[in-house]
């Protein structure tokens, strides 16, 4: 059975490293699309199953415009996997490695949410709105915190074991030119995701479109399909 003291894959084209246990733990632009791509969905689809099991709500909690993909998920598992790997070269704890876990969390949600609302005046979420119990900010809290840590070890001790060897590296052009295609994909649905977020901020602001593609994601992503389709998040420039 592989474990993280026996994992050692040399990732050739992919330009990336992964050798737990060892000096030199680091991710290629393969892995990164992968594991972002994967748990960007994974994370969606967990979020809205506890969502309906614990508050009987069916809502859709997409964070891009196209897919079923939640960015935070992605994002997170990232730099997750990124971390775990530099901690095993430092030979970290367990409660080493929980404390680190629960600090990247914090400090993940804490710069979506500040960044959500600062730059695009939207909340996704607010756990001192939701009364949730010990929360440290509108976008952290004590519970969620020891989420992270959790998910962290369960991370670290039962899906990178497995992971890393089954997504390896790209040992033919099919799957380099595949996982290519994958992230470019991305990066353009985090692009237009991004200037809907922006153009429905200027609306607020009754700011008129300024060239073409503004006129484009005005038409086609308006504040109706935003309500539609980002339905947990809030514009809080209307709010009152």
Request: aromatic share 12%.
């Amino acid at each position: 059975m592989l474990s993280h003291e026996n994992i050692k894959l040399s990732l050739g084209n992919a330009e990336g490293i992964v050798s737990v246990g060892e000096a030199k733990s680091r991710l290629g632009w393969y892995q990164v699309t992968l594991i972002f791509f994967l748990w960007s969905i994974l994370g969606l689809v967990i979020e809205e199953l506890w969502m309906r099991v614990s508050m009987g709500v069916v809502q859709s909690r997409a964070g891009l415009v196209w897919g079923p993909f939640s960015p935070l998920y992605g994002t997170g598992a990232v730099l997750l996997t990124a971390v775990l790997l530099r901690l095993h070269d430092l030979r970290a704890t367990a409660w080493q490695i929980f404390l680190a876990c629960m600090l990247l969390g914090g400090v993940l949600e804490q710069a979506t949410g500040w960044a959500m609302e600062n730059f695009f005046g939207i909340v996704s979420w607010d756990y001192i709105a939701g009364h949730v119990p010990c929360a440290l900010s509108k976008w952290v809290a004590l519970p969620f915190l020891f989420a992270w840590g959790g998910l962290g070890l369960l991370w670290d001790r039962m899906v990178m074991p497995g992971l890393m060897p089954v997504l390896g590296g790209p040992t033919t052009k099919t799957r380099v030119v595949f996982v290519a295609l994958i992230g470019l994909f991305l990066v353009l649905d985090i692009v237009v995701t991004i200037v809907c977020f922006d153009r429905m901020a200027e609306r607020d602001a009754n700011i008129p479109p300024s060239n073409a593609i503004e006129e484009w994601v005005d038409k086609s992503y308006n504040d109706d399909f935003v309500a539609r389709r980002f339905q947990n998040i809030e514009d809080v420039t209307n709010r009152g």
